[in-house]
């Protein structure tokens, strides 16, 4: 027998021993063990401020650590920092390329980095002496489109790359310090765990992959969705992960048990997941899907517990379906049905990417038609 | 792809795997009760969750004017 066939045996058998061990502590399920709590109550959060300004959809949007300021991308080759509690722009950046897909604030709040199409990260500081917002470094070196990006300080970074590898960073040298390999897919998404040590991806191999920053490797691998990971974000603990796939599912799986935990899915939801949120006590996953629409769950229950969606009256409801009206049959000559049936009321807030802040008080939702909203 | 890099891309697989099994597991009862005792330890933290007084809000809506 050939070395190759060797090893790919030896693969397989690797393979169906971690199945085992997985099998071997699933002592019980999330349902069985939370089948003594009650369901969190129907969720109504209202929109309480609404950022406009970008020309073209949000693409990305990321809280600074201040739990006030944030920054969001768009295809209109912008990068505006808000004052949430404002609605104030603190800076409007342009950018070289404006096929940009990611975007990310340095915990410091001197910096804010973003990237796309280019294969670039472009980091900016924002706090420059003679108070214009400079580009500071270009970090180049994928061979693939940037996803996403995250500072774990001033002077490192993360990145994920449509050339399946996620990177860290020297952003002072312009050097990549460690090459995350082992996805076989596009990289779509990452996060660092709470303490910094950590960090997972989610990619176009179905996979999440959670990496050790300290020695470059691997740790785990978590499987079980049936299509592309678009989306990932850790359970604040930092114990367990939850992803969203165009599989319309998000899953929770656990850290230290190496597996998943529970599924969150309806039959009536068919579109895949963009984007991802949890809430500050982990109780509350927030999922922006490819239909626009925001599900809230309850992490624990497994349940559908509410939506993002303006309530009707709200004074910008006047406003928005009209706008978004003009928009689409500009982008693609098409009705929105909203309008071809008459109701006005009752709009959706079509979400393309979410955060919640730091301290929890806010989500924030950026959406097709330009605006960012804030809600709690 | 040659031959070669196969063989080396498949040697740095089963590696992994190596790895990967290798992992020390926990019960998932364990594992998912702290995950429940996290959430309901810090649900009053969560003003998502359990909402805010709106004197706390600082995203609360602006009030609106009266003219004198």
């Known amino acids: 027998m050939g070395e190759l066939e060797q090893l790919r045996q030896e693969a397989e058998l690797l393979k169906k021993q971690i199945e085992e061990a997985r099998k071997g502590v699933a002592d019980t399920t999330l349902a069985e063990l939370t089948s003594g709590i009650e369901v969190v109550g129907r969720v109504q959060m209202k929109t309480r401020r609404t950022l406009r300004g970008h020309l073209a959809k949000i693409y990305a949007l990321h809280w600074s650590t201040d739990s006030r300021l944030m920054v969001s991308a768009s295809q209109d080759g912008k990068l505006i920092v808000w004052d949430t509690y404002t609605t104030n722009k603190v800076n409007a950046i342009p950018l070289r390329s404006s096929w940009v897909m990611t975007c990310a604030y340095a915990p410091s709040g001197n910096f804010v980095a973003c990237g796309g199409l280019d294969n670039m990260c472009s980091i900016y500081n924002l706090k420059t002496r003679d108070g214009n917002v400079k580009v500071s470094r270009e970090l180049t070196a994928h061979s693939g489109y940037l996803s996403c990006c995250r500072f774990l300080n001033d002077n490192e970074i993360i990145t994920s790359s449509g050339d399946t590898t996620c990177a860290v960073w020297d952003i002072e040298t312009g050097t990549q310090k460690t090459v995350f390999m082992g996805h076989t897919g596009d990289c779509m998404s990452l996060a660092v765990s709470p303490d910094l040590n950590l960090f997972i991806s989610g990619a176009c191999d179905w996979s999440a992959k959670l990496w050790d920053l300290r020695d470059g490797n691997c740790r785990q691998t978590f499987i079980g969705h049936e299509s592309d990971i678009n989306a990932i974000c850790f359970f604040p603990s930092g114990n367990a992960i939850c992803t969203g796939s165009d599989d319309a599912t998000c899953k929770l799986y656990d850290l230290r048990s190496d597996q998943e935990l529970t599924s969150y899915s309806q039959e009536s939801i068919i579109c895949g997941i963009t984007s991802i949120s949890m809430s500050r006590s982990g109780r509350m996953i927030l999922a922006g899907y490819d239909d626009f629409n925001c599900n809230i769950w309850d992490t624990l229950k497994a349940e559908r517990i509410g939506e993002c969606s303006s309530e009707p009256g709200h004074s910008d409801l006047i406003m928005e379906p009209l706008s978004i009206l003009l928009f689409q049959v500009w982008t693609d000559c098409s009705l929105p049905p909203l309008l071809l049936s008459g109701v006005l009321a009752g709009h959706d807030n079509r979400v393309s990417c979410i955060g919640v802040n730091e301290d929890g008080m806010a989500a924030a939702t950026g959406s097709w038609d330009s605006f960012l909203k804030i809600w709690n | ?68």
């Open chain 2, 1 to 68: 792809m040659s031959s070669n890099s196969n063989l080396t891309t498949m040697r740095r697989l089963v590696e992994q795997l190596k790895l990967e099994a290798s992992v020390e597991r926990i019960k998932v009862s364990q594992a998912a009760a702290e995950l429940q005792q996290y959430c309901l330890q810090n649900a009053c933290k969560d003003a998502l969750l359990v909402g805010v007084p709106a004197g706390s809000n600082p995203f609360r809506e602006p009030r609106s004017c009266t003219l004198l």
